[in-house]
């Protein structure tokens, strides 16, 4: 079982930015994948990020957040990161972290755990 605790959300303009952090229970957090999805009012959730277990940490990242989101993680504090950067309006949505077992996976049903989310807000 591995609890996932997201925070960091908040209210800002755009072109500010965010972090958000993902806090896992998880004493095996150096191996697990972590991903970030998002979901925005009436619409379905997304992909955003996801970075890998291994050492040097693989990422990969939604085009729609390219060159302004970036995922990282540090397994000593077993936290995943997600910096966000530029943002804009239709960033606006309940963004949460997810664990898995496949790598830089990009689909919802690869990932078998789930935090509560944290609302985003970003106001024009």
């Known amino acids: 079982q591995v609890q996932l605790v997201e925070s960091g959300g908040g209210l800002v303009q755009a072109g500010g930015s965010l972090r958000l952090s993902c806090a896992a229970s998880r004493r095996s957090f150096d191996s697990t994948n972590m991903g970030w999805f998002r979901q925005a009012p009436g619409k379905e959730r997304e992909f955003v990020a996801a970075?890998?277990?291994?050492?040097?940490?693989?990422?990969y990242s939604a085009d729609s957040v390219k060159g302004r989101f970036t995922v990282s993680r540090d397994n000593a504090k077993n936290t995943v990161y997600l910096q966000m950067n530029s943002l804009k309006p239709e960033d606006t949505a309940v963004y949460y972290c997810?664990?898995?077992?496949?790598?830089?996976?990009?689909?919802?049903?690869?990932?078998?755990?789930w935090g509560q989310g944290t609302q985003v807000t970003v106001s024009s």
């Open positions: 997810a664990a898995g077992a496949k790598p830089l996976a990009t689909r919802e049903l690869e990932y078998t755990y």
């Open positions: 970075i890998a277990w291994w050492s040097g940490s693989s990422t």
